[in-house]
């Protein structure tokens, strides 16, 4: 008996260990994308695309406590597939509404957890899942992007600076420019934000994720100088101390060890891979507002998303007045007629109408009534945006957002978060649902790139986490703002808006450009000024430069004023990272079309077959003739055309151009 009990035994593990992988696959809607998990000893991801592999298997396992791990060994209980097609209501967005289609695959394995796969015409995207009760921790989730050869990668890291610890690399306002390396020369100590675009060669990757709830952030980084990205995150903040910029940052002293303190059954963020065959196709990407959590706020006709006469980037810059300009009732008065006479619906109240240093937005300075500009702007249609700082906000939020919300205001400009730990996300859900509690509109700053809050709360109608125009009152040519210009549509644009504040009066070329932070000027030429308020996703958009420039310029300033913000459809045109981008999106009947290059001119042809058919006036802003010289230099030119019309349209180096078509009456 004994005997026979042995031989079963071994039999058992004879057939155990021959046991062959489990095998799961799906593929795309239109059958060119190929999603493939195996599982054996752990869980492994592959995409491939037309035949070809795009992510080589990649490891995704999560460690709860000091000795679970999700992935590792596991036992797969039922594997589902299914489908998805629907249309998605889009009320703040790029276009009116979503298609969203895909194929599903739902694991679930012992230990409840599970992992959900989508495969998307352009994209593959999981998730982990989990029926779990009570507490537990995350000590730490592995999410591994494998790629066949030595890639280029277009990243922004947190510092560029290698010998900066882990901890130090949190703390970062995820604004810096982009590097592109090839994965084996990044070095191991170098944490890069999302998203990260993965240049293949005939393809693009472009890697983020969304529905961050509860969760840290993910920065990828590669260990080991391989041709692998890797996963790593913050862990959950211990002791947090106030300080920082004028004492409005939460500054970590300690922290624990895990990513994340939780309770009970939840979902995990999406990990996507949005892959392009055409550059272009990653500048009308869907992905990320497809795996947001539906809009839990319900009726959003109170969002006004709008335009916004901005004061900080000008220095309160009013010149010839018969008043000393700052932060001060006369100057924000100046700014309310300009915002009203132009149908620019905001003006914002940036740093410097509260206490400094107190922290504190209930302390007023005594220079601004603000219960008066709130009225002086209700009577011209202008309404009131409070800039504040992320210490000062979170410290009685209920309270302030209740006080300014019955006193007018209409929204929150929030700042110098600085960091995306598991207590930081958190700060973000709250804000907006806070807000959305008493109809105020959230922008951030100081913020990290969108996460698919602004689908469940469509309040949240900006985010900056981009080096925007801010960086060119302080930076020389070292950095080239023109080219970055021409990646972020492709790469920072693809997890959601981005408050860039465009629009600058002063502009300049390679030789003419100069660092000012009192008279702040663009690189580039005026012209990219207008394409930028097309191309650039915003739905709080703002007119960034003095009120008294634009009055010097009616052209420009009635063009700028009358973009819509919001969409009712996008189509993307043509476009390669890093050298031009061109986009055209609509509002109601009329058609914007906008394009930008980097430092090289080049010529574009616009083919209008995006067009119903149909007969349209066509009102173009181009570069001038002696835009090369003169930045400034734009002229204005109309024409008559239908949807069969291809317009050849020259952009100047650092130049773009901007189209605005509407039926023929």
């Not at 862990?235 to 409005?248: F, R």
């Not at 990990?271 to 959590?293: G, Y």
Request: charged letters at 25%; one cysteine or more.
């Amino acid at each position: 008996m004994k005997k026979l009990l042995f031989t079963l035994v071994a039999l058992c593990a004879m057939f155990v260990a021959e046991a062959k992988p489990t095998v799961k696959s799906i593929t795309s809607p239109d059958g060119k994308l190929k999603l493939t998990v195996t599982i054996d000893k752990d869980v492994r991801w592959s995409v491939e695309l037309d035949g070809e592999t795009i992510i080589s298997p990649s490891k995704v396992a999560m460690q709860i406590g000091e000795t679970e791990v999700w992935g590792e060994n596991p036992r797969l209980r039922k594997a589902t597939t299914g489908k998805i097609d629907e249309v998605i209501a889009a009320p703040v967005y790029k276009k009116s509404e979503v298609t969203d289609q895909c194929s599903t695959l739902t694991l679930s394995f012992v230990g409840n957890y599970g992992i959900e796969f989508r495969a998307y015409n352009e994209a593959a995207a999981y998730r982990f899942t989990t029926t779990r009760k009570g507490d537990y921790t995350v000590k730490n989730e592995v999410a591994e992007f494998s790629f066949e050869k030595d890639n280029n990668v277009y990243c922004s890291y947190v510092r560029s600076n290698q010998k900066k610890s882990f901890e130090q690399q949190y703390f970062n306002s995820f604004e810096g420019p982009y590097f592109i390396e090839p994965m084996t020369k990044m070095g191991n100590n170098r944490l890069m934000y999302l998203p990260v675009l993965v240049d293949l060669g005939d393809k693009k990757v472009c890697i983020t994720e969304t529905d961050l709830v509860n969760y840290p952030g993910l920065y990828l980084y590669n260990s080991d100088n391989n041709t692998s990205l890797e996963s790593h995150f913050a862990t959950v903040p211990d002791k947090v101390e106030q300080g920082g910029h004028n004492m409005l940052q939460g500054l970590v002293q300690t922290r624990k060890p895990y990513i994340a303190e939780l309770n009970g059954a939840r979902t995990f963020p999406w990990r996507i891979c949005n892959i392009a065959r055409n550059d272009f196709e990653l500048l009308n990407n869907d992905m990320v507002f497809r795996l947001s959590h539906p809009n839990v706020i319900g009726d959003t006709s109170w969002i006004k998303p709008g335009k916004v006469a901005w004061d900080w980037w000008n220095n309160w810059g009013l010149y010839g007045q018969d008043f000393k300009p700052g932060v001060n009732n006369r100057t924000y008065e100046y700014y309310i007629d300009f915002a009203a006479a132009n149908g620019i619906e905001y003006v914002i109240l940036d740093e410097g109408w509260s206490v400094n240093l107190a922290a504190d937005m209930m302390q007023v300075v005594p220079e601004i009534d603000l219960k008066h500009l709130i009225d002086y702007g209700k009577e011209r249609g202008v309404g009131i945006v409070l800039w504040g700082g992320y210490w000062a906000v979170n410290r009685d939020m209920e309270n302030l957002f209740k006080h300014y919300a019955e006193m007018g205001v209409k929204g929150f400009k929030i700042d110098f978060m600085d960091r995306d730990d598991q207590d930081m996300v958190n700060f973000y859900e709250r804000a907006a649902a806070t807000a959305a509690k008493y109809q105020l509109m959230v922008d951030f700053h100081g913020a990290y790139k969108p996460c698919g809050l602004s689908r469940k709360y469509p309040n949240v109608v900006n985010y900056e986490g981009v080096n925007g125009l801010e960086q060119m009152k302080w930076s020389g040519l070292e950095l080239d703002q023109v080219t970055y210009d021409v990646q972020i549509p492709f790469i920072r644009m693809v997890a959601g808006p981005m408050d860039y504040t465009q629009g600058a009066m002063l502009n300049g070329t390679k030789t003419t450009y100069r660092e000012s932070y009192h008279e702040p000027m663009s690189q580039g030429t005026r012209c990219r000024q207008f394409a930028m308020y097309v191309i650039f996703e915003s739905p709080f958009n703002m007119l960034c430069d003095s009120p008294c420039n634009y009055e010097k310029e009616p052209v420009s300033t009635e063009f700028i004023a009358a973009i819509p913000t919001v969409w009712d459809e996008t189509v993307a045109l043509d476009g390669k990272v890093g050298e031009y981008a061109v986009m055209a999106r609509r509002k109601d009947d009329a058609w914007y079309v906008g394009g930008m290059t980097n430092w090289d001119g080049r010529y574009v042809t616009v083919d209008l077959s995006f067009l119903p058919e149909g007969a349209y006036d066509v009102e173009k802003y181009v570069d001038g003739y002696e835009s090369h010289v003169l930045a400034r230099d734009f002229r204005v030119e109309k024409q008559s055309a239908d949807n069969t019309a291809k317009i050849k349209v020259w952009m100047a180096a650092g130049g773009g151009f901007a189209f605005k078509i509407t039926p023929k009456k």
